[in-house]
């Protein structure tokens, strides 16, 4: 079956979907996901099966949950190998659908997040070593299995992959989703997670939090105004851990949300679904 008949769906795919799989498999493995690039596949099997992704081996934790992504530039199809606890072996090959991304043209950035001084390419580079550390390669809790939620509800101002022009300059493409809110307002834990950065001013993303899902996915969340939470801490779904600010490289007070997994850059709305109905802006109570 070609995968990308399911582009824009919400993907469930069970073994029986692939031509010249026995009849058995239906019931040995299931992916949910989208195939498409920047999406996410959660894969249930039996717990003591081997995962292997193009030759790269997955962690499966005891629920039988495992993890795979693509990046915003993916090409091409992926091959799945799996050995299940009696022997059996299976191969699934899928093919990643291509997006469209859109140009975003932002002006008013200050100059020094457009074209840093030498002495603020060091900070960059001392923030980039900080983030590196941040990103393990596997945790073995499973949380990225559980339904997320969005950490601020608001209106939806910048999308997964954008082509980005600063003051016309061209730059990276935009790897988060941007969620208006006022200065102030709380975020939350998109799922379960344990804290494996929280910094209040790196240069480019201001305050930020890396919640490390499992697995190696991460979502991290900038320009924070307010960090509640500490390395190492265990945070649950919903539990306060910031707040919305205008920090590091901003024109105004948003939350971006970004996700990785391993080394790719990844749409977190594809996780969180459709945004509730946003709220008028309101200034929050603030916290006594």
């Given at each position: ?20 799989l026995?009849a058995?498999?239906e ?20 717990p003591?099966t081997k ?5 790269e ?31 059996e ?39 980039r070593?900080?983030k590196?550390t941040?990103?393990p390669?596997?945790?073995a ?18 999308t997964?992959?954008l ?6 300059q061209?730059r ?11 200065t ?8 379960a997670g ?18 490390d ?7 991290v969340?900038?320009?924070l105004s ?12 919903g ?12 024109t105004?007070p948003?939350?971006?949300w ?15 679904g ?14 006594p």
């Amino acid at each position: 079956m070609n995968l990308r008949l399911l582009r824009y769906l919400p993907l469930v795919i069970v073994a029986s979907l692939f031509a010249g799989l026995p009849a058995w498999a239906e019931d040995r493995v299931s992916l949910t996901g989208e195939a498409i690039q920047g999406g996410i596949i959660i894969g249930t099997t039996e717990p003591g099966t081997k995962v292997i992704l193009d030759g790269e081996p997955l962690m499966v934790s005891d629920r039988g949950r495992f993890l795979f992504a693509f990046d915003r530039d993916h090409e091409g199809a992926v091959h799945l190998d799996l050995e299940y606890p009696d022997a059996e072996r299976e191969s699934l090959s899928i093919e990643v659908a291509t997006r469209e991304y859109d140009v975003q043209r932002i002006e008013g950035v200050a100059s020094k997040y457009v074209s840093p001084s030498a002495e603020q390419l060091e900070r960059i580079a001392r923030d980039r070593n900080l983030k590196r550390t941040a990103r393990p390669t596997d945790t073995a809790r499973d949380w990225f299995a559980d339904e997320f939620i969005w950490p601020v509800n608001g209106v939806v101002t910048g999308t997964f992959g954008l082509q980005r022009f600063f003051n016309g300059q061209p730059r990276r493409p935009h790897y988060g989703v941007d969620v208006a809110a006022v200065t102030g307002t709380p975020v939350a834990a998109p799922a379960a997670g344990i804290v494996r950065l929280a910094h209040p001013d790196l240069y480019f993303e201001g305050g930020a939090i890396f919640l490390d899902h499992g697995h190696g996915l991460i979502s991290v969340m900038m320009h924070l105004s307010r960090v509640d939470v500490e390395v190492g801490q265990q945070v649950e779904q919903g539990e306060i851990i910031g707040a919305v600010g205008a920090t590091g490289r901003v024109t105004g007070p948003h939350l971006d949300w970004r996700m990785y997994w391993r080394a790719a850059h990844v749409d977190p709305a594809l996780l969180a679904g459709d945004m509730p109905t946003p709220k008028p802006l309101e200034r929050p109570t603030e916290a006594p």
